[in-house]
């Protein structure tokens, strides 16, 4: 494969595209999505390029700059202080680390629709502790390449899309024209209410735009950034464009189940019995695969910034412990219990596994949009204070027209930490408010209480060493 120009032995352009599409495409928010109807589409649009391409160019701008700072960390603390920056590492390891309950809350239910067991309450918590301890277990094996990793879930996620997408069509044909979701234009228009209950998870769809940041080593930033991120947003939109009409040819609104709606999708068009049921049967077990692999790309670089941060003093020194393979076990056995955690207070939530999923989710995506939102705050610093500093890219148009729609990135993710606990027009569900207020505060305050106690071991290690 061609290597990309500048670059010395790095991924190839394949490679990174591969690996943006495993980053930001999430089959598993593909139903929620879907449930807000023919909307979704405008809504993936509006989002797409106000917040996804908006903010692609404001780290692109960043990470031109200061290359080797370490992403979100990094910038918080050279426009912040270290503190800070120790700040936001530590909550985008906490918010991954509880994020693998829900994690493997959606690796249950998709095995259950799949292999058509019922597991029941205590079951699925069991298998759902089992997937994560696993995740973590092979975490602490010697590390591997990732990109292997990467490559097959994005081939996998774009496996599976391509069989919605079909479904799709055999759903729509079957009908004569007739999809299970009436369309028309109308549809279409955004409206307040109920039909954005589910806008948070379109928001978390395109998270992860930091990854498609630019680096130094691009032969012509000014031309080259803009194009890359073009590319990435119509990429990511139209793969959740067309699935999310592929769901909503096959299943009816009312109907689909946000944690299992793909497979929902799936069976609905190839069907459950035969050769097409044996195929929706595979499909079933690779989108396994895939939760699982993502559980831990996920988890496992934060653990190791967190391990790293445990090195450098900035977290407790139980963070720095390592194996003998290197791998950061202190961080892994932290993640482990926090999960647990997460997993066994989930079952005091009333409801079915939805209600589970939506509730832990929430909660670790509303954690997850803190160090975007002071990413956004650190730009504008940065660009203040720092005057110094080469930009071989900066974000172009006038800076009254960045400041607007970097701004207006922002308000969109900080409206989307109001959504996850009250919608406007829909009754506030006092259960889901306190379940996702509590833990937000209480990871937010352990992560205090961490810093302050690395604080105290510092003027300790200084103490001794005098």
Same mark, same amino acid.
């Given at each position: 494969?061609?290597?990309?120009?500048?670059?010395?032995?790095?991924?190839?352009?394949?490679?990174?595209?591969?690996?943006?599409?495993?980053?930001?495409?999430?089959?598993?928010?593909?139903?929620?999505? &879907?449930?807000?109807?023919?909307?979704?589409?405008?809504?993936?649009?509006?989002?797409?390029?106000?917040?996804?391409?908006?903010?692609?160019?404001?780290?692109?701008?960043?990470?031109?700059?200061?290359?080797?700072?370490?992403?979100?960390?990094?910038?918080?603390?050279?426009?912040?202080?270290?503190?800070?920056?120790?700040?936001?590492?530590?909550?985008?390891?906490?918010?991954?680390?509880?994020?693998?309950?829900?994690?493997?809350?959606?690796?249950?239910?998709?095995?259950?629709?799949?292999?058509?067991?019922?597991?029941? !309450?205590?079951?699925?918590?069991?298998?759902?502790?089992?997937?994560?301890?696993?995740?973590? !277990?092979?975490?602490?094996?010697?590390?591997?390449?990732?990109?292997?990793?990467?490559?097959?879930? !994005?081939?996998?996620?774009?496996?599976?899309?391509?069989?919605?997408?079909?479904?799709?069509?055999?759903?729509?044909?079957?009908?004569?024209?007739?999809?299970?979701?009436?369309?028309?234009?109308?549809?279409?228009?955004?409206?307040?209410?109920?039909?954005?209950?589910?806008?948070?998870?379109?928001?978390?769809?395109?998270?992860?735009?930091?990854?498609?940041?630019?680096?130094?080593?691009?032969?012509?930033?000014?031309?080259?950034?803009?194009?890359? &991120?073009?590319?990435?947003?119509?990429?990511?939109?139209?793969?959740?464009?067309?699935?999310?009409?592929?769901?909503?040819?096959?299943?009816?609104?009312?109907?689909?189940?946000?944690?299992?709606?793909?497979?929902?999708?799936?069976?609905?068009?190839?069907?459950?019995?035969?050769?097409?049921?044996?195929?929706?049967?595979?499909?079933?077990?690779?989108?396994?695969?895939?939760?699982?692999?993502?559980?831990?790309?996920?988890?496992?670089?934060?653990?190791?910034?967190?391990?790293?941060?445990?090195?450098?003093?900035?977290?407790?020194?139980?963070?720095?412990?390592?194996?003998?393979?290197?791998?950061?076990?202190?961080?892994?056995?932290?993640? &482990?219990?926090?999960?647990?955690?997460?997993?066994?207070?989930?079952?005091?939530?009333?409801?079915?596994?939805?209600?589970?999923?939506?509730?832990?989710?929430?909660?670790?995506?509303?954690?997850?949009?803190?160090?975007?939102?002071?990413?956004?705050?650190?730009?504008?610093?940065?660009?203040?204070?720092?005057?110094?500093?080469?930009?071989?890219?900066?974000?172009?148009?006038? &800076?009254?027209?960045?400041?607007?729609?970097?701004?207006?990135?922002?308000?969109?993710?900080?409206?989307?930490?109001?959504?996850?606990?009250?919608?406007?027009?829909?009754?506030?569900?006092?259960?889901?408010?306190?379940?996702?207020?509590?833990?937000?505060?209480?990871?937010?305050?352990?992560?205090?209480?961490?810093?302050?106690? !690395?604080?105290?071991?510092?003027?300790?290690?200084?103490?001794?060493?005098?």
């Amino acid at each position: 494969m061609a290597k990309k120009k500048g670059g010395k032995g790095g991924m190839s352009q394949m490679d990174m595209l591969l690996g943006l599409v495993c980053a930001i495409f999430f089959l598993d928010t593909i139903p929620s999505v &879907a449930t807000m109807g023919w909307a979704s589409i405008t809504w993936i649009i509006i989002v797409g390029a106000l917040f996804f391409f908006t903010g692609s160019l404001a780290c692109a701008e960043l990470g031109a700059a200061y290359p080797d700072d370490g992403g979100f960390a990094g910038w918080a603390a050279r426009a912040f202080g270290p503190k800070m920056g120790a700040r936001i590492g530590y909550i985008y390891w906490a918010c991954n680390a509880v994020w693998l309950s829900s994690n493997a809350t959606l690796f249950v239910q998709v095995f259950q629709a799949t292999f058509g067991v019922e597991l029941g !309450a205590v079951g699925a918590t069991v298998l759902n502790l089992v997937v994560v301890y696993a995740m973590l !277990a092979i975490l602490l094996l010697p590390s591997k390449s990732s990109t292997f990793m990467y490559n097959y879930g !994005a081939i996998v996620k774009i496996i599976i899309g391509v069989f919605l997408i079909i479904a799709g069509v055999i759903c729509f044909t079957r009908g004569g024209g007739a999809t299970a979701n009436p369309f028309s234009a109308k549809e279409m228009v955004p409206t307040l209410g109920a039909s954005i209950v589910f806008i948070p998870s379109l928001v978390y769809n395109f998270l992860g735009f930091e990854t498609s940041a630019a680096n130094g080593r691009m032969e012509n930033p000014g031309r080259d950034v803009p194009r890359a &991120a073009i590319k990435n947003v119509l990429l990511v939109a139209i793969l959740y464009i067309l699935t999310s009409i592929a769901v909503l040819w096959a299943v009816p609104i009312a109907d689909v189940n946000i944690t299992t709606g793909i497979m929902q999708t799936l069976q609905a068009g190839l069907g459950s019995a035969g050769v097409l049921g044996g195929i929706v049967m595979l499909l079933g077990f690779l989108y396994l695969t895939v939760l699982f692999i993502q559980g831990m790309l996920w988890v496992g670089a934060p653990c190791n910034t967190a391990a790293i941060a445990g090195e450098t003093g900035e977290l407790p020194k139980v963070f720095s412990k390592r194996n003998k393979n290197g791998q950061p076990v202190g961080v892994i056995i932290i993640s &482990a219990v926090m999960a647990t955690i997460m997993t066994l207070a989930s079952n005091l939530i009333p409801g079915d596994a939805q209600s589970v999923f939506w509730a832990i989710f929430s909660c670790t995506s509303l954690l997850l949009l803190i160090p975007y939102i002071v990413n956004f705050e650190a730009y504008f610093k940065l660009k203040r204070t720092d005057k110094q500093t080469e930009r071989p890219y900066v974000f172009p148009g006038p &800076a009254w027209l960045s400041t607007l729609l970097i701004r207006i990135a922002e308000f969109i993710a900080l409206a989307t930490c109001v959504l996850f606990v009250w919608v406007p027009g829909v009754p506030l569900d006092m259960t889901q408010l306190l379940f996702v207020g509590i833990g937000v505060v209480v990871v937010l305050v352990l992560g205090e209480v961490l810093l302050k106690t !690395a604080e105290k071991q510092n003027r300790q290690e200084k103490k001794e060493e005098i």
